[in-house]
């Protein structure tokens, strides 16, 4: 049973389906730390991590406040014990997942792992920045980066994009997605990262909300009203 989610899935969001409006820059990096988090708790499970399997923006979700949460897990399942990045094993398994966001070794030897999910959660951030589709997005990326064009395949509806930190994300997002398994990062180096990402959101968020109040205050760095003490607010005001 899952509970309510209001405002459906990330890929509902991105495609903005039932015009509903765009999702801003900022939210987009939030939303790939929280991502992060919840594969890293899956991964972190002993003996064996779990692997989600299935990862795509259909299945992660947003409530009300846009606070993402991973769904469809029935495909889950505890990766096999002991195995290593510098060993090819095969195993005669059907994959399962979504076409577009299986791992490629998966696909090729049955056998998944974390990062089968790191693949994916690399696809993920590339629609993060783009609103596109998966299919040719890793190539896609790697020309814009190489040529210095990266703002020219951002999602336009995001708003303004800081270049920088979006290049960064970008990045990321390749080496997540590289062909082979050993070549991956480990999530809990990729979540420092994107913390770091996330943190400069919201020092953002907190800059427009500042400037926003110090305007219609008519004060140039007046201090926003949710950083004051209430008690001294109300007692500012007995005085008036």
Not at 128 to 138: A, D, R, V
């Amino acid at each position: 049973m899952y509970e309510y989610l209001a405002n459906g899935s990330l890929e509902d969001r991105l495609f903005l389906k039932g015009g509903t409006p765009p999702l801003a820059w900022h939210t987009r990096f939030r939303i790939a730390a929280e991502v992060a988090t919840a594969l890293l708790f899956l991964h972190s499970a002993k003996p064996n991590p779990y692997v989600h399997r299935d990862l795509k923006p259909a299945n992660i979700l947003l409530d009300r406040n846009m606070i993402s949460k991973l769904g469809d897990v029935g495909l889950a399942r505890l990766a096999p014990g002991n195995i290593s990045d510098s060993i090819t094993e095969y195993r005669d398994t059907t994959p399962v997942g979504t076409y577009a966001y299986i791992d490629p070794e998966y696909q090729r030897t049955g056998v998944f792992t974390p990062k089968s999910d790191v693949y994916a959660f690399g696809l993920v951030i590339l629609q993060l920045l783009t609103g596109k589709s998966p299919t040719g997005l890793i190539k896609s990326i790697e020309n814009a980066v190489e040529q210095n064009k990266l703002s020219e395949v951002l999602d336009p509806t995001a708003g303004n994009w800081p270049i920088h930190e979006a290049t960064e994300m970008a990045l990321l997002a390749m080496e997540c997605s590289e062909l082979k398994r050993k070549s991956r990062p480990e999530l809990n180096t990729v979540l420092p990262k994107l913390d770091k990402l996330r943190t400069f959101a919201d020092d953002y968020l907190v800059q427009v909300a500042w400037n926003k109040e110090s305007v219609s205050d008519g004060q140039r760095g007046v201090i926003p009203s949710f950083f004051q003490c209430p008690i001294s607010k109300v007692c500012r005001n007995q005085h008036l």
